[in-house]
């Protein structure tokens, strides 16, 4: 089973998106989503990234290059061959029509 990591800053909308999304349609995979800005998920009672959850994946998908930057100035460079950045802005809605195409057309599962 493949393990699936995705990151954004507050874990409210587009990895909560992409987590939700893609457990419906590749329930043979576990996915998980987290946030990167603490306080913001704290406030909005999302889940923060741990290195936890970071060591139990297999890919992270990021959804913008500032946070693959805040993961390396806390724990360095050993999580880099897992990560893969998005480039996807935090302009979305959870399940945002627009989002859901772009994660479909940038992430691909067997």
């Not at 999304?21 to 999302?46: D, I, M, V, W």
């Not at 996807?88 to 859901?100: G, W």
Request: aromatic share 10%.
């Amino acid at each position: 089973m493949k393990k699936i990591l995705f990151i954004c800053s507050a874990n409210k909308q587009r990895s909560k998106t992409a987590q939700d999304y893609f457990s419906k349609e590749y329930p043979h995979f576990e996915f998980k989503s987290a946030g990167t800005n603490l306080k913001a998920c704290a406030k909005e009672g999302t889940t923060p990234l741990t290195e936890e959850m970071l060591k139990w994946a297999d890919k992270v998908y990021l959804m913008e290059e500032r946070h693959k930057s805040l993961i390396n100035n806390h724990v360095g460079p050993i999580y880099d061959q897992k990560m893969a950045i998005l480039n996807i802005p935090d302009r979305f809605s959870y399940m945002d029509q627009q989002l859901l195409d772009i994660l479909v057309s940038k992430i691909k599962l067997g």
